[in-house]
């Protein structure tokens, strides 16, 4: 399987140098940023190249990115000293080991960090309670997942439908899947991503060719209302929840129950101070 560490140092400028039309879809959720964190500290959880934090740094009075990767680290530096923004400011390191206690208004995290960093060792319980000490009383968070019920998932046959480099790498490998969708196709690099899943695990396979090369990376996906209740038991409350649906051809960040199906399951939280639990 592969690395996401190795993945975001690696692989991380390529993959976001393919995000263009995706990211039109997070447009609303920058406005919202902008309208209701103007003034505020803010924290984003794997900023990569810093898009986010750019684009909202005239209306906030300090962010924070922090990222795994050195490339995408030292790609957001580069492009914030050659800019006027001396509030932000970028991190190289691994959140999880980042807790500047009671400090930020808001934390955000978009674009499949959080999915790629849940596992067995890893659980929600344990990213909503870094999270929280992070966090000022009564501050915000947005996350996004990846959503497992939200709608039909167009299967492919893995015998008959998938190119030829795809089904001989899954059946090398040893790897059979009950759905397999094409969720994004870029014609002039030759790159497919593939999501992959055995019906009822709340593991997700990112399967990425491009050209020759195959990889597969392992990603966690929730059940909304499971999670939910996990939320509640941390002392958290939720404000909001949204997805991305498709009108027109483009991506759009809107309310998850008006998106009808949507694997990006967005939640808005605010921590309750008195029933915050560690």
């Not at 996990?230 to 404000?239: A, V």
């Not at 399951?265 to 921590?271: A, D, G, M, S």
Request: some cysteine.
């Amino acid at each position: 399987m592969g690395n996401i560490e190795e993945f975001y140092s690696e692989r991380r400028m390529e993959f976001y140098a393919n995000r263009a039309i995706l990211w039109k879809s997070y447009l609303g959720l920058i406005n919202w940023i902008k309208l209701n964190l103007a003034g505020k500290n803010v924290l984003d959880i794997g900023s990569g190249q810093g898009n986010f934090l750019f684009s909202i740094a005239d209306k906030i009075t300090e962010g924070t990115g922090i990222d795994i990767s050195k490339n995408m680290f030292d790609f957001a530096v580069k492009k914030r000293n050659k800019s006027n923004y001396s509030n932000i400011a970028f991190l190289n390191k691994d959140f999880r080991i980042l807790v500047p206690e009671g400090k930020f208004d808001c934390i955000f995290s978009i674009d499949g960090v959080i999915p790629s960093i849940l596992s067995d060792d890893y659980s929600p319980e344990q990213l909503f309670g870094a999270i929280g000490k992070m966090l000022k009383p009564d501050g915000k968070v947005l996350l996004e997942f990846y959503s497992v019920d939200n709608g039909p998932i167009e299967r492919e046959s893995q015998e008959k439908q998938l190119p030829d480099n795809v089904r001989s790498f899954l059946t090398r490998h040893h790897l059979l899947f009950d759905e397999i969708t094409l969720i994004s196709e870029t014609a002039d690099i030759n790159e497919r991503i593939y999501a992959c899943r055995k019906t009822g695990t709340n593991i997700i396979y990112s399967l990425i060719t491009e050209g020759d090369e195959t990889e597969i990376l392992e990603f966690y996906c929730i059940f909304p209302e499971e999670m939910k209740r996990i939320i509640e038991k941390s002392g958290f409350l939720l404000e909001g929840e949204f997805g991305i649906s498709i009108d027109h051809g483009t991506p759009v960040f809107k309310d998850y129950k008006q998106c009808g199906y949507s694997k990006i399951w967005t939640v808005l939280l605010r921590k309750e101070y008195e029933n915050f639990r560690l």
